[in-house]
């Protein structure tokens, strides 16, 4: 299935996201990284913020929602994959993305902007294996 | 004050996703799909996310990162590692695979449990286990043993 190339609202959304991570780092001193966040939503506790973490993830929860509400409709959604697929998808997204300290938003927009090689390394390996991973499920399975 | 500005932040973040179209698992799969390129399936949205959002945010760091602290802490925290090892190879192939399996990183996984989606239900059990296992087993490799305080 074919969606439509949106550069306008996909630049517009990634301003929307960089604006989030420099509030973040203005009012918290914390990076925005979605997996480091939910993670340490749980123990064990290393500091005092596991609170902060879980009111930032239901805003993330409930932004769709609000969305819908805003324009009237829902974002369109189309996901791919039985019960079996989703299960084994999200168990290696979050083993690596905890594993490799960081996912799209850590390493992908916090951890480019800082310059990081890590990070650097980060987006090209797990590039690299996406699209390897999505090549075979398309064109050879 | 603190944790209503952390929601507000947490929903400004999911809303770029959605506006971006982010919280679609097709458009990721086909961003990965490099060889629908001829067929023109090939959607490259995902760049420009990436690309607005990082540049935004190394020009806003440039700016916060001068001050002394945060609003609302008494330091930033910033990653301390700066070496390579295994696992800044080893965790994003394997993130990588599952990102390319089911179109979903953590981000969109939670604004897709947003609209009530029972896959996207289980796909956040899933991580969510997967996250906790690797911390759990990180913790251990790397023998820090962290103070247990009271969230």
Redesign the interface.
């Known amino acids: ?7 306008f ?24 990284g ?2 480091g966040i ?2 340490r939503m ?12 879980i ?14 509400a805003v324009t009237g409709a ?8 039985g ?1 079996s ?17 960081g ?3 850590g ?12 990070s650097v ?3 090209a ?11 075979i ?3 050879l399975m | 004050m603190s944790l209503i500005v952390q929601f507000l932040i947490g929903l400004l973040f999911g809303s770029g996703l959605v506006v971006a179209g982010m919280s679609n698992p097709k458009k990721i799969q086909n961003f990965l799909d490099l060889a629908a390129m001829p067929s023109g399936g090939w959607d490259p949205s995902l760049a420009f996310v990436l690309g607005a959002g990082a540049l935004v945010t190394y020009l806003g760091y440039k700016i916060v990162l001068k001050r002394k602290q945060p609003i609302f802490d008494k330091q930033f925290h910033l990653p301390k590692k700066i070496a390579l090892d295994t696992s800044i190879i080893v965790g994003p192939a394997i993130f990588g695979i599952g990102w390319g399996l089911g179109g979903f990183c953590p981000g969109p996984a939670f604004t897709a449990l947003g609209t009530g989606s029972s896959q996207a239900m289980i796909f956040v059990a899933a991580m969510l286990i997967g996250m906790i296992a690797a911390r759990i087993i990180a913790l251990k490799h790397i023998g820090i043993t962290t103070s247990t305080v009271k969230a």
């Open positions: 299935m074919i969606t439509e190339f949106t550069p609202a996909s630049s517009i959304g990634g301003t929307m996201i960089g604006g989030a991570a420099i509030l973040l780092m203005a009012t918290h001193g914390r990076i925005a979605i997996s939910a993670v749980f123990p064990p506790f290393i500091d005092h913020d596991a609170i902060g973490r009111v930032f993830i239901i805003g993330v929860i409930v932004s769709s929602i609000v969305y819908a829902w974002a369109p959604m189309s996901i791919i994959g019960t697929l989703l299960i084994a998808a999200g168990l290696l997204v979050g083993f690596g993305s905890v594993w490799g300290n996912c799209t938003s390493h992908g927009i916090c951890g480019l902007s800082r310059l990081s090689f890590r390394v980060a987006v390996t797990f590039m690299t294996t996406a699209i390897v991973t999505a090549f499920t398309h064109h």
